[in-house]
């Protein structure tokens, strides 16, 4: 530990009693590693959706201001009063931000397995990761391949494994083919490499004529464009191609999942050889896994009388899935991880550039393309 500064740099936010989120850099003490810790030097980490949902919460960032230095920004926001109810057991409470990254191991515990891993490159999984040092129990992480630098091992755990989770999730529930809103998304490029290399069919929702051309380069079949005045029946016509009955919702608010439902019900009842008043009979699903519009969920009528609408997390998957089928899962994205599950990112910044107001607007947007990367000791 002799080389390790005692402390280093670390994004907290805090929503206070007051209703205000704030944002910062701390200095926060480097740990001592146990038998079977390691100390990571962070080199990647991407901000995923769920990374922004900690970070910035229910504050309103139309309301937020910046303040301190170009080094230690600072950046503060309202917290609507709706938000502070959602938040209320985090109040008071400054919290790390940053799910996974990568970075090399500069110190470890006296376990063989710690010390297996100094001076390797490996990629982790445990939050805190928007830091310049993180710990981790070796248990924690995966060693990277030679070769594999940092950016690319970055995002090995919740794009590639919640990719694959919904794959795992279709053939568990008994379904043959998927459909997936925001498709053009990096983990929708992931998952259709995934369908295309495992024989799923999957329809792809989209929004924009551009991101149809993305999933058309990587060989997506099929393409629905929710903006088109033909979404409906376009949609209608993948699910009876596919016999979708079991969708994967990114947006989360507005009418999009109720849509979904609507369509895999129209699509189930034009087979059906006898009306019945009570619809197609037909057990579909949407899992909501994101919250790109914050706006309520529609779900009006005409989804037949056999519907579900529920939420979706990688983490209770996993915990649910055990252990060979998840070793199976991360040995696929360490095999695969320069092809299915390569990540694309169109911006790299530093720690305090993060805290930038105007970077973080540009990163809250959530917008289909744009995946930021931060490298904390870049």
């Given at each position: 530990?002799?080389?390790?500064?005692?402390?280093?740099?670390?994004?907290?936010?805090?929503?206070?009693?007051?209703?205000?989120?704030?944002?910062?850099?701390?200095?926060?003490?480097?740990?001592?590693?146990?038998?079977?810790?390691?100390?990571?030097?962070?080199?990647?980490?991407?901000?995923?959706?769920?990374?922004?949902?900690?970070?910035?919460?229910?504050?309103?960032?139309?309301?937020?201001?910046?303040?301190?230095?170009?080094?230690?920004?600072?950046?503060?926001?309202?917290?609507?009063?709706?938000?502070?109810?959602?938040?209320?057991?985090?109040?008071?409470?400054?919290?790390?931000?940053?799910?996974?990254?990568?970075?090399?191991?500069?110190?470890?515990?006296?376990?063989?397995?710690?010390?297996?891993?100094?001076?390797?490159?490996?990629?982790?999984?445990?939050?805190?990761?928007?830091?310049?040092?993180?710990?981790?129990?070796?248990?924690?992480?995966?060693?990277?391949?030679?070769?594999?630098?940092?950016?690319?091992?970055?995002?090995?755990?919740?794009?590639?494994?919640?990719?694959?989770?919904?794959?795992?999730?279709?053939?568990?529930?008994?379904?043959?083919?998927?459909?997936?809103?925001?498709?053009?998304?990096?983990?929708?490029?992931?998952?259709?490499?995934?369908?295309?290399?495992?024989?799923?069919?999957?329809?792809?929702?989209?929004?924009?004529?551009?991101?149809?051309?993305?999933?058309?380069?990587?060989?997506?079949k099929h393409i629905v464009n929710s903006t088109s005045p033909?979404?409906?029946?376009?949609?209608?016509?993948?699910?009876?191609?596919?016999?979708?009955?079991?969708?994967?919702?990114?947006?989360?608010?507005?009418?999009?999942?109720?849509?979904?439902?609507?369509?895999?019900?129209?699509?189930?009842?034009?087979?059906?050889?006898?009306?019945?008043?009570?619809?197609?009979?037909?057990?579909?699903?949407?899992?909501?896994?994101?919250?790109?519009?914050?706006?309520?969920?529609?779900?009006?009528?005409?989804?037949?009388?056999?519907?579900?609408?529920?939420?979706?997390?990688?983490?209770?998957?996993?915990?649910?899935?055990?252990?060979?089928?998840?070793?199976?899962?991360?040995?696929?994205?360490?095999?695969?991880?320069?092809?299915?599950?390569?990540?694309?990112?169109?911006?790299?910044?530093?720690?305090?550039?993060?805290?930038?107001?105007?970077?973080?607007?540009?990163?809250?947007?959530?917008?289909?393309?744009?995946?930021?990367?931060?490298?904390?000791?870049?």
């Amino acid at each position: 530990m002799s080389t390790l500064p005692e402390k280093g740099l670390q994004i907290r936010t805090l929503i206070k009693p007051e209703g205000e989120l704030e944002l910062s850099l701390a200095e926060v003490e480097i740990p001592t590693p146990g038998p079977t810790d390691i100390i990571i030097k962070v080199e990647a980490t991407p901000i995923n959706p769920s990374d922004l949902g900690l970070l910035v919460g229910a504050g309103d960032i139309s309301t937020a201001v910046q303040s301190g230095t170009a080094d230690r920004p600072v950046i503060t926001a309202k917290v609507p009063e709706a938000g502070m109810r959602a938040m209320k057991a985090r109040i008071g409470e400054s919290l790390p931000v940053g799910n996974e990254g990568a970075g090399t191991v500069v110190a470890a515990g006296e376990s063989e397995a710690a010390q297996a891993l100094l001076g390797k490159r490996v990629t982790g999984l445990g939050g805190e990761f928007y830091a310049e040092y993180r710990m981790l129990n070796v248990a924690q992480v995966m060693e990277l391949p030679d070769g594999i630098s940092a950016e690319q091992g970055a995002s090995c755990y919740v794009n590639p494994l919640t990719a694959l989770s919904f794959v795992e999730t279709m053939r568990n529930m008994g379904h043959e083919s998927l459909v997936h809103t925001a498709a053009a998304s990096n983990l929708g490029q992931m998952l259709n490499k995934i369908c295309l290399k495992d024989g799923v069919p999957l329809v792809n929702i989209v929004r924009k004529e551009e991101q149809a051309e993305i999933l058309r380069g990587i060989g997506a079949k099929h393409i629905v464009n929710s903006t088109s005045p033909t979404f409906m029946e376009d949609l209608i016509a993948a699910l009876m191609e596919t016999g979708a009955t079991l969708g994967f919702d990114a947006i989360g608010g507005g009418p999009l999942a109720g849509q979904l439902l609507i369509a895999m019900e129209a699509a189930a009842s034009r087979k059906m050889k006898e009306y019945s008043r009570y619809g197609s009979g037909q057990e579909t699903q949407v899992f909501i896994y994101g919250r790109l519009d914050m706006s309520p969920t529609l779900v009006p009528p005409g989804v037949g009388f056999a519907w579900n609408l529920s939420g979706y997390l990688l983490t209770p998957f996993l915990q649910k899935a055990g252990k060979e089928v998840r070793a199976r899962m991360y040995k696929r994205v360490i095999d695969e991880l320069t092809t299915t599950f390569a990540s694309h990112y169109t911006k790299r910044i530093s720690l305090a550039e993060a805290l930038n107001l105007d970077t973080l607007k540009a990163y809250d947007a959530k917008a289909t393309g744009e995946k930021y990367l931060i490298t904390p000791n870049a």
